[in-house]
């Protein structure tokens, strides 16, 4: 930002930081709508969710009035150790001060082998090699091209509700049609089944021409969780027909669902490739993994000619390996895991006992810390009533009478799960304690209970949004769905 006498000549004084964000605190929705994303300043008001956070710490965010807030959004999941972790922060600042090269390129990095190293340790089966990426969604693109190259096949199978990322070849295998209008065509041979059907899954791949099979081991839209042995079964029929399997942990890694990877909540498996991301980075800067067996990464990197056949500028930072290598760190010797286990079964069986109480209250599904609260339809006539003018005037607009008043009231960050679903999902990070926990299960059940009042308070600004969502085309309804 060069001022008229720094251009004329004079010496210009380095970034005050501080200085800069105090001079602009608060004027964050102002400066997106006119540069970066009118549409969505215009989401976030409407739900009031244009909140100015100055400060983070933990499970914990504070505005610019001071107010303390609950994170259980966590960054849509990459802040599994917290924001601004002390350990991690501590291991960046003092690479920052060793003035270590980074991405020389022509090179064999060291702190990425020992960030691969750890990651392989931590697999339930053996993967040999790993690709370092900048996104979930990389890795995801990682995968696709590995199995087409490896298998010489054109097809990639995936499931209903997936989402794999927003680059085109995730968005291929994206099951969501709401992300997906006005961006096709797409990559051929993209085909989509149901999820956690063995039947459509083998009726597949008996053509012979799928490549990959690309699952979440528990769907981040609707946070779905497949059928005990699904998983497993699945990789079994993928080897029996020569697809790939590869499983996508972007968001249900790290240690989110009580075990290191989720797919292990399945027994033995033995997944082709993982893709791992978000956690990974400890929140400061963007890394992500993709593990994959030795014959799929000699078909791809076949020859020296070959070496850099798939690369990307940013891969294997020497900043962003050491993120990873603190971020592990963290979570083993924190006891995150076994954390995530225990404090995700208080939410989910904290969420359970109130369903007898709560008409609206339909279904509670959680792994860990990753939980799926689904509502439904009521019993009683005036709920009913309630029910459907809400679903009348927009589908997604059921869940908006929870999520408001949880962060308008209670101060608490959650969102939905999905277009047109009746879902809140949860993504606290692992650091939660039994306070935040009983903090959140007394919110929520302030919430229900206002929300079973109608007429109520509860009614009245989610009526307010659809009423306004009829005036305006569908895709500018408030639904603040994350990936």
């Known amino acids: 930002m060069m001022s008229d006498n720094d251009l004329a000549g004079k010496p210009a004084r380095g970034l005050d930081l501080r200085k800069l964000l105090a001079e602009h605190q608060g004027r964050n929705y102002e400066l997106h709508a006119e540069h970066v994303n009118p549409a969505n300043v215009r989401t976030l008001r409407t739900i009031g969710f244009d909140r100015c956070y100055v400060r983070a710490e933990g499970p914990y965010l504070w505005d ?8 259980l959004l ?68 990682t995968a696709l091209k590995y199995a087409r ?14 989402f794999h990322g927003l680059s085109y070849g995730a968005l291929s295998v994206n099951g969501d049609d709401s992300f997906r209008e006005g961006f096709a065509p797409f990559l051929p041979e993209c085909r989509m089944i149901p999820y956690n059907d063995l039947e459509s899954l083998e009726r597949e791949l008996r ?29 079994r029929l993928c080897r029996q027909y020569g697809t790939i399997f590869v499983d996508d942990e972007v968001q249900s890694g790290m240690g989110r669902t009580g075990r290191f990877l989720a797919i292990e909540h399945d027994g033995e498996v033995d997944p082709d490739i993982v893709v791992l991301a978000k956690t990974l980075s400890g929140g400061f ?27 990307s500028t940013f891969s294997q930072g020497s900043f962003a390996m050491a993120a990873g290598l603190a971020a592990l760190d963290v979570l083993d010797r924190e006891r995150l895991i076994e954390n995530a286990g225990r404090m995700g079964n208080r939410i989910g069986e904290g969420l359970r006992a109130m ?28 709920l009913k009533a309630a029910w459907a003018v809400m679903h009348k005037l927009d589908k997604s607009l059921f869940p908006q009478a929870a999520i408001i008043p949880l962060l308008d009231k209670h101060h608490i960050i959650t969102q939905v799960a999905g277009h047109h679903i009746d879902v809140v999902k949860l993504l606290p990070p692992l650091v939660i304690g039994e306070a935040d926990v009983t903090w959140f299960l007394t919110a929520f059940e302030d919430v229900l209970a206002q929300m079973h009042k109608f007429p109520g308070p509860a009614w009245d600004v989610v009526s307010d949004i659809g009423r306004l969502a009829l005036t305006r085309r569908p895709r500018d309804v408030a639904e603040p769905v994350a990936p």
């Open 149 to 162: 190259c490896a298998t010489g096949r054109p097809a990639i199978v995936h499931c209903q509700k997936s």
């Open 64 to 71: 610019v009035k001071g107010t303390k807030y609950l994170d």
């Open 355 to 382: 369903i007898p109480r709560y008409e609206f209250l339909k279904e509670v599904r959680w792994r860990g810390l990753m939980v799926g609260i689904e509502f439904g339809p009521p019993r009683s006539l005036t």
């Open 207 to 235: 053509r012979k021409d799928v490549a990959a099979f690309v699952v979440e081991p528990v769907q981040g839209k609707g946070v779905n969780i497949p059928s005990p042995g699904y998983l497993r079964e699945a990789v």
């Open 74 to 141: 966590s960054g849509y999941g990459v802040f599994g150790l917290g924001r601004n972790h002390p350990e991690v922060r501590r291991v960046l600042k003092e690479f920052l001060d060793l003035n270590y090269p980074s991405l020389v390129k022509m090179e064999a990095p060291l702190l990425s082998g020992l960030l691969a190293a750890e990651l392989k340790k931590r697999m339930p089966n053996q993967l040999d090699m790993v690709f370092f990426t900048n996104s979930g969604a990389e890795g995801v693109e």
């Open 285 to 311: 800067v963007p890394v992500g993994a993709v593990l994959c067996k030795k014959w799929i990464h000699e078909k791809v990197f076949s020859s020296m000619q070959r070496s850099v056949v798939h690369s």
